[in-house]
């Protein structure tokens, strides 16, 4: 079960990681620099993030992606039903989760060497929506064609982001990238 305490914590955690690879680099930062910083063990920095690039990667976002996917209506093309679900899911990131993830996205987008750990991350979200299309009756492969599409998409508007304008949102860039998927004449 998820505590507040252990909520709060991983948050101090990203936090004090986020302030590190912005100050001195990701490449000079290292995971016990972060657990002092977050004041913590190294110890409870592994038990909420597994490797030092899971802070910036991975997020608890897949279960609930996922839902919002399979929230869609069953009649729909496996392409729709996770356009839509990937739309319906962006509704329900908070402005602080937007700040502290453009963060994140910014440090990545520098990073070349985090980029493989990206497709590690996607491979994660691909397989949590794949599971729950083929769960509904969709055959697995159309399911990870439409999966996959929608998610390159999602990518490359998350990577942009990291260094579009300030006002322009991840939300924004994301309707974008899932406009260019959808049916002819559907709404964004």
């Not at 690879?21 to 290292?30: K, N, P």
């Not at 919002?68 to 093309?77: C, G, K, R, S, W």
Request: charged share 20%; glycine share 4%.
């Amino acid at each position: 079960m998820v505590t507040p305490r252990t909520l709060r914590t991983r948050a101090r955690i990203l936090d004090a990681a986020l302030d590190l690879f912005e100050r001195q680099g990701y490449d000079a930062t290292t995971v016990n620099q972060i657990a002092e910083a977050a004041d913590v063990t190294p110890m409870t920095f592994f038990r909420h993030f597994a490797t030092k690039d899971a802070v910036l990667v991975t997020d608890p976002y897949d279960p609930l992606i996922a839902e919002a996917v399979a929230a869609q209506p069953a009649d729909l093309p496996p392409l729709e039903r996770t356009r839509r679900g990937l739309l319906a899911a962006l509704g329900d990131i908070t402005p602080t989760e937007d700040a502290t993830a453009r963060r994140r996205v910014a440090l990545v987008a520098r990073s070349p060497s985090l980029r493989a750990a990206v497709a590690v991350g996607t491979d994660a979200t691909q397989e949590a929506i794949v599971e729950r299309l083929v769960g509904d009756g969709v055959e697995r492969l159309d399911a990870a064609i439409a999966t996959s599409a929608c998610l390159a998409a999602t990518t490359t508007a998350l990577l942009a982001w990291g260094s579009a304008p300030g006002d322009v949102t991840l939300s924004d860039l994301v309707r974008r990238a899932l406009a260019h998927l959808a049916p002819a004449g559907a709404a964004s």
